[in-house]
């Protein structure tokens, strides 16, 4: 069966054979491309440091961002995964919500929302209904409410005064923009305010009011989130990363491990390890 983008997003069943394929062919190193993932049961176990580094457990919903993706696809997880199309971003609504969705709480790469509520579990069974339903006029704005309510409804989460922001959600959807293009060569707050046209008290106050974060927190978060893809997934050595980032080895490794609490080389073969192991067990599963 074909799989429709309605609303600009995909719905799948984690254990949907459909889904490697589709992930191959449409979605694979689309770095505008984010995905939720609803874990209803994990049908195998996991290491416990498996299950840390990637946040695994059941009835929870996880926002993950694309450069981790593929690992999930290999974990036999029973679920739904959400995928969300570079035309989701083209209405300035969907994109705000996403950016207050992924910004809001992103200490890494994986979010973890908490455990499911049984409102929730309504949500994403109606949010199936509704995707799989004959289409019709009303659809588009259907889903897009039941994507909402589903992450409203989280414990942690509340995006209602920020959606009434007018400028301050402006400001600060328009540097969360900017950091995605200029983080890695521009580290002065000026850079920034310059480019909005706004003064850096604005830009403050705009960041604590929308994302409870400062400059340098939201800065220096995705420069993280860079690295560990770097580290991951990619060959360089940790000074040609740390130069990739726009500083010197010293520097990155002192800044890397204050915000993750190790050193990148430990957090490469922690990854690795673990890669190892999933890649294995994918390899020998049948498709």
């Keep these: ?15 949907d054979p459909e889904l490697r394929q589709f992930y191959a062919e449409k979605v694979n190193n689309n770095s505008q491309l984010h995905h939720a993932i609803y874990i209803e049961k994990c049908t195998r176990d ?38 969300f199309s570079e035309t989701f971003f083209v209405s300035y609504e969907n994109r705000a919500f996403l950016k207050l969705l992924f910004f809001h709480n992103q200490p890494e790469g994986i979010i973890d929302m908490g455990c ?32 909402i309510n589903l992450f409203l409804l989280s414990p942690t989460v509340n995006y209602e005064g920020q959606f009434k922001s007018g400028h301050f959600l402006n400001y600060a ?12 060569h521009a580290k002065k707050k000026s850079f920034y305010t310059g480019k909005i046209n706004i003064t850096e008290k604005t830009l403050d106050k ?17 420069i993280i989130i860079e690295s560990m893809r770097l580290l991951v997934f990619g060959n360089e050595s940790i000074t040609q990363i740390a130069y990739e980032l726009g500083y ?23 990854y690795r390890k673990i890669l190892n192991e999933i890649e294995n067990d994918y390899q020998n599963s049948p498709l």
């Design 1 to 15: 069966m074909d799989h429709l983008c309605k609303n600009s997003f995909w719905l799948f069943s984690l254990n």
């Design 46 to 83: 996991f290491s416990t440091e498996t299950k840390e580094v990637l946040h695994l457990r059941e009835n929870s919903i996880l926002l993950v961002d694309t450069y981790l993706i593929s690992i999930f696809y290999r974990l036999s997880l029973k679920g739904y995964a959400i995928i």
């Design 116 to 147: 499911a509520s049984r409102y929730q579990k309504k949500c994403i069974r109606a949010l199936c209904r509704e995707y799989y339903s004959p289409y019709d006029d009303l659809q588009a704005s259907a889903l897009r409410n039941l994507l």
């Design 173 to 184: 959807l328009e540097f969360t923009d900017l950091i995605d293009n200029y983080a890695f």
């Design 206 to 222: 705009s960041l604590q009011h929308i994302y409870h974060k400062t400059f340098k927190e939201i800065l220096v978060n995705r």
């Design 248 to 270: 010197d080895i010293s520097y990155f490794i002192k800044l890397f491990s204050r915000w993750k609490g190790m050193y990148p080389k430990t957090l490469r073969e922690n």
